[in-house]
């Protein structure tokens, strides 16, 4: 389930019936609430510009603003990404 908080830690471009997309979003949802932070996802077949750029590679994963994954999200990263010092909370 995404979240829609004003300013996530997490954003995850996505797109409707991508299965990568939801195997990223249940280890994101599950590594976020560990963290205490938060997520929210972007579908990029709502903006074409987004969907021309991201189009191959959904999910996409940001993290503080900075691309962090794509396809696939690295479990050991992202949970090391939202522990590092200076993360916002």
Do not use: K
């Not at 996505?14 to 990568?20: A, E, K």
């Not at 249940?26 to 750029?53: M, N």
């Not at 590679?57 to 939202?82: I, K, S």
């Amino acid at each position: 389930m995404s979240q829609s908080p004003s300013n996530p830690r997490v954003r995850v471009y996505v797109r409707q019936n991508c299965h990568l997309c939801e195997v990223a979003l249940e280890t994101i949802a599950r590594l976020t609430t560990e963290a205490h932070t938060s997520y929210e996802t972007v579908d990029i077949d709502a903006d074409p510009a987004l969907r021309a750029q991201w189009t191959d590679q959904v999910p996409v994963t940001f993290v503080d603003g900075v691309q962090h994954d794509f396809w696939r999200v690295d479990e050991n990263r992202l949970r090391a990404a939202l522990a590092a010092p200076g993360a916002r909370s």
